[in-house]
Protein backbone atom coordinates (compact mmCIF):
# COMPACT_ATOMS: atom_id res chain seq x y z
CA UNK A 1 0.00 0.00 0.00
CA UNK A 2 1.07 3.17 -0.85
CA UNK A 3 1.34 6.41 1.50
CA UNK A 4 1.39 9.41 0.62
CA UNK A 5 4.51 11.64 1.74
CA UNK A 6 3.10 15.40 2.14
CA UNK A 7 4.58 18.79 2.97
CA UNK A 8 3.72 19.86 7.13
CA UNK A 9 1.03 22.45 7.44
CA UNK A 10 2.35 25.62 7.73
CA UNK A 11 1.05 28.28 9.70
CA UNK A 12 -0.51 31.53 8.11
CA UNK A 13 3.01 33.60 9.09
CA UNK A 14 4.91 30.73 6.11
CA UNK A 15 3.07 30.93 2.82
CA UNK A 16 5.29 28.05 0.84
CA UNK A 17 8.74 26.15 1.73
CA UNK A 18 11.44 24.63 -0.45
CA UNK A 19 12.87 21.03 -0.53
CA UNK A 20 16.30 21.17 1.22
CA UNK A 21 17.23 17.77 0.98
CA UNK A 22 15.92 14.52 0.39
CA UNK A 23 17.16 11.52 2.90
CA UNK A 24 15.70 8.96 0.86
CA UNK A 25 16.09 7.85 -2.13
CA UNK A 26 13.73 5.40 -4.51
CA UNK A 27 13.66 2.26 -2.93
CA UNK A 28 15.46 2.70 0.07
CA UNK A 29 14.55 0.99 2.86
CA UNK A 30 13.15 3.34 5.34
CA UNK A 31 12.12 2.98 9.33
CA UNK A 32 9.14 4.52 11.09
CA UNK A 33 9.87 7.75 12.23
CA UNK A 34 13.25 7.93 10.00
CA UNK A 35 13.73 11.39 8.32
CA UNK A 36 12.50 11.25 4.76
CA UNK A 37 12.83 14.82 3.78
CA UNK A 38 13.88 18.54 5.04
CA UNK A 39 11.25 21.03 4.32
CA UNK A 40 12.89 24.82 4.49
CA UNK A 41 10.88 27.60 5.45
CA UNK A 42 11.94 31.32 5.57
CA UNK A 43 11.65 30.76 9.47
CA UNK A 44 12.74 27.06 10.31
CA UNK A 45 14.12 23.92 8.28
CA UNK A 46 10.96 21.25 8.89
CA UNK A 47 11.41 17.88 8.64
CA UNK A 48 8.95 14.99 7.58
CA UNK A 49 9.34 11.61 9.28
CA UNK A 50 8.08 8.25 8.09
CA UNK A 51 4.57 7.17 9.04
CA UNK A 52 5.61 3.42 9.21
CA UNK A 53 7.68 0.78 7.64
CA UNK A 54 8.34 0.37 4.10
CA UNK A 55 10.40 1.45 1.48
CA UNK A 56 10.80 4.58 -0.32
CA UNK A 57 8.54 5.41 -3.61
CA UNK A 58 8.55 8.00 -6.49
CA UNK A 59 9.70 11.37 -5.36
CA UNK A 60 7.24 13.95 -6.87
CA UNK A 61 9.20 17.21 -5.39
CA UNK A 62 12.90 17.59 -6.07
CA UNK A 63 15.63 19.33 -4.27
CA UNK A 64 15.33 23.25 -4.54
CA UNK A 65 11.67 23.14 -5.97
CA UNK A 66 9.01 25.41 -4.24
CA UNK A 67 5.88 23.24 -2.06
CA UNK A 68 2.72 24.76 -0.86
CA UNK A 69 1.51 23.51 2.58
CA UNK A 70 0.72 19.63 2.79
CA UNK A 71 1.19 19.50 -1.10
CA UNK A 72 2.70 15.82 -2.26
CA UNK A 73 5.98 15.21 -1.81
CA UNK A 74 6.65 11.25 -2.63
CA UNK A 75 5.43 8.15 -2.04
CA UNK A 76 6.26 5.53 0.72
CA UNK A 77 5.59 1.53 -0.30
CA UNK A 78 4.34 0.26 3.40
CA UNK A 79 5.50 -2.82 4.37
CA UNK A 80 7.78 -3.24 0.83
CA UNK A 81 10.91 -5.26 0.25
CA UNK A 82 13.54 -3.09 -0.85
CA UNK A 83 15.05 -3.63 -4.11
CA UNK A 84 17.86 -6.04 -4.28
CA UNK A 85 21.32 -3.88 -4.48
CA UNK A 86 23.60 -4.62 -7.21
CA UNK A 87 26.64 -5.36 -4.23
CA UNK A 88 24.37 -8.16 -3.24
CA UNK A 89 24.56 -9.58 -6.13
CA UNK A 90 28.14 -9.15 -6.68
CA UNK A 91 28.86 -10.94 -3.35
CA UNK A 92 27.20 -13.69 -4.48
CA UNK A 93 29.38 -14.20 -7.20
CA UNK A 94 32.22 -13.61 -5.21
CA UNK A 95 34.17 -17.57 -4.96
CA UNK A 96 36.65 -16.31 -2.44
CA UNK A 97 35.78 -13.56 1.12
CA UNK A 98 37.54 -10.77 0.42
CA UNK A 99 40.59 -9.96 2.91
CA UNK A 100 40.38 -9.86 6.63
CA UNK A 101 41.51 -5.99 6.43
CA UNK A 102 40.55 -4.08 3.80
CA UNK A 103 41.47 -0.30 3.15
CA UNK A 104 39.58 2.34 2.91
CA UNK A 105 39.34 2.50 -1.09
CA UNK A 106 38.97 -1.17 -1.48
CA UNK A 107 35.97 -0.80 0.26
CA UNK A 108 34.33 1.56 -1.04
CA UNK A 109 34.94 -0.28 -4.50
CA UNK A 110 32.82 -2.65 -3.60
CA UNK A 111 29.76 0.17 -3.22
CA UNK A 112 27.24 -0.02 -6.48
CA UNK A 113 27.78 3.19 -8.92
CA UNK A 114 25.52 5.77 -7.76
CA UNK A 115 24.98 4.76 -4.29
CA UNK A 116 25.64 6.71 -0.90
CA UNK A 117 26.31 5.75 2.72
CA UNK A 118 23.56 6.48 5.06
CA UNK A 119 24.32 9.99 7.18
CA UNK A 120 22.42 11.38 9.58
CA UNK A 121 21.54 14.60 9.56
CA UNK A 122 24.45 16.42 11.97
CA UNK A 123 26.71 13.74 10.29
CA UNK A 124 26.10 15.38 6.61
CA UNK A 125 26.13 18.97 7.53
CA UNK A 126 29.71 18.45 8.69
CA UNK A 127 30.77 16.82 5.50
CA UNK A 128 29.29 19.62 3.47
CA UNK A 129 30.57 22.08 5.65
CA UNK A 130 34.56 20.49 4.77
CA UNK A 131 33.61 19.43 1.26
CA UNK A 132 33.64 15.53 2.00
CA UNK A 133 31.93 13.30 -0.34
CA UNK A 134 29.56 10.59 1.50
CA UNK A 135 31.91 8.39 -0.11
CA UNK A 136 34.83 9.42 1.00
CA UNK A 137 33.50 8.42 4.70
CA UNK A 138 33.88 5.23 5.63
CA UNK A 139 30.50 4.72 7.89
CA UNK A 140 31.09 2.79 11.48
CA UNK A 141 27.64 2.57 12.56
CA UNK A 142 25.02 0.14 12.04
CA UNK A 143 24.27 -0.85 8.72
CA UNK A 144 27.11 0.82 7.33
CA UNK A 145 25.47 4.55 8.30
CA UNK A 146 28.46 7.03 9.11
CA UNK A 147 28.09 8.64 12.22
CA UNK A 148 29.16 12.60 13.22
CA UNK A 149 32.47 11.14 14.63
CA UNK A 150 33.27 9.40 11.20
CA UNK A 151 32.77 12.45 9.47
CA UNK A 152 35.17 14.39 11.83
CA UNK A 153 37.54 11.48 11.65
CA UNK A 154 37.85 11.56 8.24
CA UNK A 155 38.01 16.01 8.14
CA UNK A 156 41.21 15.07 10.17
CA UNK A 157 42.59 12.60 8.06
CA UNK A 158 42.07 15.24 5.27
CA UNK A 159 43.76 17.84 6.77
CA UNK A 160 46.88 15.88 7.91
CA UNK A 161 46.97 14.69 4.20
CA UNK A 162 49.59 15.67 1.71
CA UNK A 163 48.82 18.78 -0.44
CA UNK A 164 48.33 17.52 -3.81
CA UNK A 165 49.88 19.71 -7.17
CA UNK A 166 47.95 22.95 -7.89
CA UNK A 167 46.33 20.89 -10.85
CA UNK A 168 44.61 18.82 -9.04
CA UNK A 169 43.90 20.72 -6.25
CA UNK A 170 40.34 20.90 -5.15
CA UNK A 171 38.94 24.82 -4.73
CA UNK A 172 36.48 24.33 -1.76
CA UNK A 173 34.28 27.16 -0.47
CA UNK A 174 33.42 28.34 2.59
CA UNK A 175 29.68 28.03 3.88
CA UNK A 176 28.72 31.04 2.54
CA UNK A 177 29.47 30.05 -0.60
CA UNK A 178 32.59 32.40 -1.41
CA UNK A 179 35.70 30.18 -2.47
CA UNK A 180 38.47 29.55 0.41
CA UNK A 181 41.65 31.22 -1.86
CA UNK A 182 44.31 29.69 0.25
CA UNK A 183 43.92 26.46 -1.77
CA UNK A 184 44.19 28.33 -4.94
CA UNK A 185 47.07 28.14 -7.33
CA UNK A 186 48.58 31.75 -8.19
CA UNK A 187 46.71 33.35 -10.67
CA UNK A 188 43.40 31.68 -10.46
CA UNK A 189 40.63 34.05 -10.51
CA UNK A 190 37.23 31.48 -9.27
CA UNK A 191 34.09 32.42 -8.44
CA UNK A 192 31.01 30.21 -7.07
CA UNK A 193 27.55 31.22 -7.50
CA UNK A 194 25.00 29.61 -4.89
CA UNK A 195 21.52 30.54 -4.57
CA UNK A 196 19.95 32.63 -1.73
CA UNK A 197 18.30 30.20 0.95
CA UNK A 198 15.09 31.01 1.82
CA UNK A 199 16.13 32.42 4.70
CA UNK A 200 18.27 35.14 4.02
CA UNK A 201 16.00 36.24 1.33
CA UNK A 202 13.16 36.67 3.80
CA UNK A 203 15.62 38.83 6.10
CA UNK A 204 16.68 40.69 3.45
CA UNK A 205 12.76 41.36 2.23
CA UNK A 206 11.95 42.36 6.24
CA UNK A 207 14.89 44.57 6.48
CA UNK A 208 13.88 46.61 3.44
CA UNK A 209 10.78 46.61 4.05
CA UNK A 210 11.26 47.98 7.61
CA UNK A 211 13.27 50.85 6.57
CA UNK A 212 10.87 51.54 3.78
CA UNK A 213 7.29 51.19 5.88
CA UNK A 214 8.50 52.45 8.94
CA UNK A 215 9.65 56.22 10.31
CA UNK A 216 12.55 54.49 11.99
CA UNK A 217 14.87 56.81 14.25
CA UNK A 218 17.60 55.41 16.72
CA UNK A 219 18.73 56.61 19.97
CA UNK A 220 21.77 56.30 21.91
CA UNK A 221 22.85 55.75 25.39
CA UNK A 222 25.90 54.31 27.40
CA UNK A 223 25.54 52.22 30.52
CA UNK A 224 28.14 51.28 33.51
CA UNK A 225 28.40 47.43 33.64
CA UNK A 226 30.49 47.12 36.78
CA UNK A 227 27.27 46.56 38.72
CA UNK A 228 26.31 43.55 37.16
CA UNK A 229 29.71 42.20 36.40
CA UNK A 230 30.41 42.66 40.47
CA UNK A 231 26.95 40.74 41.11
CA UNK A 232 27.53 37.78 38.50
CA UNK A 233 31.42 37.21 39.57
CA UNK A 234 30.24 37.32 43.25
CA UNK A 235 27.26 34.71 42.77
CA UNK A 236 27.82 33.11 39.41
CA UNK A 237 29.20 29.83 40.70
CA UNK A 238 26.40 29.49 43.51
CA UNK A 239 24.02 30.44 40.70
CA UNK A 240 25.32 27.69 38.50
CA UNK A 241 25.04 25.17 41.41
CA UNK A 242 22.05 25.89 42.54
CA UNK A 243 20.44 26.01 39.30
CA UNK A 244 21.96 22.85 37.93
CA UNK A 245 24.32 24.35 35.46
CA UNK A 246 23.09 26.76 34.32
CA UNK A 247 25.16 29.95 33.64
CA UNK A 248 24.58 33.38 34.83
CA UNK A 249 25.07 35.60 31.79
CA UNK A 250 24.72 39.20 31.14
CA UNK A 251 21.52 38.45 28.73
CA UNK A 252 18.96 37.64 31.86
CA UNK A 253 19.69 41.09 33.42
CA UNK A 254 18.87 42.99 29.71
CA UNK A 255 15.92 40.65 29.72
CA UNK A 256 14.34 41.45 32.93
CA UNK A 257 15.83 45.32 32.46
CA UNK A 258 13.42 45.57 29.74
CA UNK A 259 10.62 43.52 30.68
CA UNK A 260 10.45 46.15 33.55
CA UNK A 261 10.55 49.12 31.25
CA UNK A 262 8.29 47.94 28.60
CA UNK A 263 5.97 47.95 31.75
CA UNK A 264 6.46 51.68 32.65
CA UNK A 265 6.14 52.36 28.70
CA UNK A 266 3.15 50.16 27.18
CA UNK A 267 3.72 52.21 23.48
CA UNK A 268 7.08 50.52 22.93
CA UNK A 269 5.95 47.23 23.78
CA UNK A 270 2.77 47.96 21.29
CA UNK A 271 2.19 47.75 17.59
CA UNK A 272 0.24 48.87 14.48
CA UNK A 273 -2.14 46.54 12.35
CA UNK A 274 -3.10 48.83 9.90
CA UNK A 275 -5.27 51.87 10.91
CA UNK A 276 -5.03 50.69 14.82
CA UNK A 277 -3.02 50.13 17.85
CA UNK A 278 -2.45 47.38 19.50
CA UNK A 279 -0.72 47.15 23.04
CA UNK A 280 0.35 43.69 24.89
CA UNK A 281 -0.62 43.22 28.15
CA UNK A 282 2.29 40.28 28.58
CA UNK A 283 5.69 40.72 27.51
CA UNK A 284 7.48 38.57 24.81
CA UNK A 285 11.09 39.43 24.20
CA UNK A 286 12.48 38.11 20.76
CA UNK A 287 16.45 37.45 21.18
CA UNK A 288 18.18 37.66 18.17
CA UNK A 289 20.80 34.30 17.84
CA UNK A 290 23.13 33.71 14.85
CA UNK A 291 22.98 30.10 13.51
CA UNK A 292 24.30 28.46 10.50
CA UNK A 293 21.46 29.57 8.35
CA UNK A 294 21.63 33.15 9.42
CA UNK A 295 20.40 35.42 12.10
CA UNK A 296 16.91 33.88 13.74
CA UNK A 297 14.77 35.10 16.54
CA UNK A 298 13.49 32.78 19.29
CA UNK A 299 10.85 34.65 21.41
CA UNK A 300 10.98 34.05 25.38
CA UNK A 301 6.86 33.90 26.25
CA UNK A 302 5.56 36.47 29.46
CA UNK A 303 9.04 37.04 30.93
CA UNK A 304 7.54 39.10 33.63
CA UNK A 305 6.92 35.88 35.43
CA UNK A 306 10.53 34.93 34.14
CA UNK A 307 13.36 34.16 36.79
CA UNK A 308 17.16 34.80 35.52
CA UNK A 309 17.96 30.94 35.68
CA UNK A 310 14.58 30.12 33.82
CA UNK A 311 15.72 32.94 31.22
CA UNK A 312 19.50 32.09 30.79
CA UNK A 313 18.22 28.74 30.96
CA UNK A 314 15.68 29.17 27.68
CA UNK A 315 18.44 31.06 26.30
CA UNK A 316 20.73 28.49 26.19
CA UNK A 317 18.63 26.14 25.03
CA UNK A 318 17.56 28.41 21.85
CA UNK A 319 21.17 28.60 21.19
CA UNK A 320 20.87 24.68 21.35
CA UNK A 321 18.59 24.26 18.88
CA UNK A 322 19.56 27.06 16.59
CA UNK A 323 23.04 24.83 16.16
CA UNK A 324 21.11 21.71 15.56
CA UNK A 325 18.62 23.67 13.30
CA UNK A 326 15.94 22.50 15.71
CA UNK A 327 13.92 25.22 16.76
CA UNK A 328 10.32 25.05 15.48
CA UNK A 329 8.40 27.57 14.19
CA UNK A 330 5.96 27.75 17.18
CA UNK A 331 9.65 29.08 18.63
CA UNK A 332 10.30 31.68 15.91
CA UNK A 333 6.46 33.19 16.00
CA UNK A 334 5.16 36.12 17.95
CA UNK A 335 7.24 38.66 20.16
CA UNK A 336 6.55 42.24 21.38
CA UNK A 337 10.12 43.50 21.67
CA UNK A 338 13.40 42.28 20.85
CA UNK A 339 17.47 42.35 21.92
CA UNK A 340 20.38 41.61 19.46
CA UNK A 341 23.57 41.35 21.32
CA UNK A 342 26.51 42.71 18.24
CA UNK A 343 29.01 42.61 21.27
CA UNK A 344 29.44 38.93 21.14
CA UNK A 345 30.93 39.43 17.73
CA UNK A 346 32.94 42.66 18.89
CA UNK A 347 30.46 45.64 17.68
CA UNK A 348 30.85 48.56 19.14
CA UNK A 349 27.98 50.82 17.87
CA UNK A 350 25.62 50.09 15.30
CA UNK A 351 21.72 51.13 14.82
CA UNK A 352 19.77 48.01 15.14
CA UNK A 353 16.95 47.52 12.51
CA UNK A 354 13.09 46.72 14.23
CA UNK A 355 11.24 43.45 13.62
CA UNK A 356 8.20 44.46 11.95
CA UNK A 357 5.24 44.35 13.50
CA UNK A 358 7.50 45.11 16.73
CA UNK A 359 7.75 48.61 17.21
CA UNK A 360 11.32 48.82 18.64
CA UNK A 361 14.58 46.93 19.23
CA UNK A 362 17.46 47.30 21.78
CA UNK A 363 20.94 46.65 20.61
CA UNK A 364 23.93 45.53 23.25
CA UNK A 365 27.01 45.91 22.33
CA UNK A 366 31.04 45.47 23.73
CA UNK A 367 31.99 46.24 27.04
CA UNK A 368 34.64 48.17 27.12
CA UNK A 369 36.88 49.93 29.39
CA UNK A 370 36.85 53.78 29.10
CA UNK A 371 37.77 56.44 31.53
CA UNK A 372 34.66 58.41 32.57
CA UNK A 373 34.18 61.01 35.35
CA UNK A 374 32.56 60.15 38.72
CA UNK A 375 32.05 63.00 41.50
CA UNK A 376 35.08 64.88 40.09
CA UNK A 377 37.20 61.65 39.17
CA UNK A 378 38.61 60.31 35.88
CA UNK A 379 37.60 56.58 37.06
CA UNK A 380 38.36 53.87 34.13
CA UNK A 381 35.15 51.36 33.87
CA UNK A 382 33.74 48.90 32.03
CA UNK A 383 30.97 50.67 29.64
CA UNK A 384 28.88 49.08 26.94
CA UNK A 385 26.74 51.50 24.15
CA UNK A 386 23.05 51.01 24.01
CA UNK A 387 20.78 51.69 20.68
CA UNK A 388 17.07 51.37 20.80
CA UNK A 389 15.75 51.85 17.00
CA UNK A 390 11.76 52.62 17.32
CA UNK A 391 8.83 53.38 14.85
CA UNK A 392 8.45 56.96 15.29
CA UNK A 393 5.22 56.74 13.97
CA UNK A 394 4.30 55.52 16.96
CA UNK A 395 6.22 55.84 19.68
CA UNK A 396 7.66 59.64 20.43
CA UNK A 397 11.27 60.68 21.05
CA UNK A 398 10.60 61.69 24.56
CA UNK A 399 9.03 57.84 25.02
CA UNK A 400 12.03 56.50 23.23
CA UNK A 401 14.65 57.95 25.46
CA UNK A 402 12.60 57.77 28.68
CA UNK A 403 12.63 53.98 28.11
CA UNK A 404 16.37 53.90 27.21
CA UNK A 405 16.89 55.84 30.13
CA UNK A 406 15.52 53.47 32.54
CA UNK A 407 17.21 50.09 31.61
CA UNK A 408 20.42 52.17 31.61
CA UNK A 409 18.73 53.16 35.35
CA UNK A 410 17.82 49.85 36.29
CA UNK A 411 21.38 47.98 34.98
CA UNK A 412 23.30 50.33 36.84
CA UNK A 413 21.64 50.06 40.13
CA UNK A 414 19.99 45.77 39.83
CA UNK A 415 18.08 45.88 43.01
CA UNK A 416 15.60 48.17 41.14
CA UNK A 417 14.39 45.35 40.07
CA UNK A 418 14.28 43.29 42.94
CA UNK A 419 12.36 46.40 44.63
CA UNK A 420 10.22 47.61 41.30
CA UNK A 421 11.17 51.21 41.56
Do not use: C
Not at 192 to 219: F, G, W, Y
Amino acid sequence: MAIEIKAPTFPESVADGTVATWHKQPGDAVKRDELIVDIETDKVVMEVLAEADGVMGDIVKGEGETVLSGELLGTLEKGGAAAPKEATKAEVKTESPPPAKADKSAAQDTKPSGEEPMLSPAARKIAEENGLAPSDIEGTGKGGRVTKEDVVSAVEAKKSAPTKAPAETAKPATKSGAVDNSALAEGDRVEKRVPMTRLRARIAERLVDAQSSMAMLTTFNEVNMKPIMDLRSKYKDLFEKKHNGVRLGFMSFFVKAATEALKRFPAVNASIDGGDVVYHGYQDIGVAVSSDRGLVVPVLRNTEFMSLATIEGTIAGFGRKAKDGKLSMEDMTGGTFTISNGGVFGSLLSSPIVNPPQAAILGMHKIQERPMAVNGQVVILPMMYLALSYDHRLIDGKEAVSFLVAIKDLLEDPARMLLDI
